[in-house]
């Protein structure tokens, strides 16, 4: 079973941590971040491009698309 810790329980691990292991977790942690962005653009791209084949969106330009936001 998977154990689920508390922000905080999390931050007090890390302070017990040395400062090279610190640094070496922020790297992990920020690559880790930057890979799922990565999973969830390709994701939303995916979804775009099925509604855009499905016919649900159709392309605009900028400035019709300006004039839709501001109404």
Do not use: N, Y
Not at 3 to 28: H, M, N, P, R, Y
Not at 36 to 61: M, N, S, W, Y
Request: net charge negative; hydrophobic share 40%; charged share 35%.
């Amino acid at each position: 079973m998977e154990s689920v810790f508390a922000f905080g329980e999390v931050l007090e691990v890390v302070d017990k941590l040395s400062l090279e292991e610190q640094e070496t977790l922020i790297e992990i942690v920020r690559r880790r971040v930057i890979e799922r962005r990565r999973e969830e653009l390709a994701k939303e791209i995916q979804d775009a491009q099925k509604e855009f084949q499905a016919g649900h969106c159709h392309p605009v330009t900028p400035d019709e698309l300006m004039t839709e936001i501001l109404l």
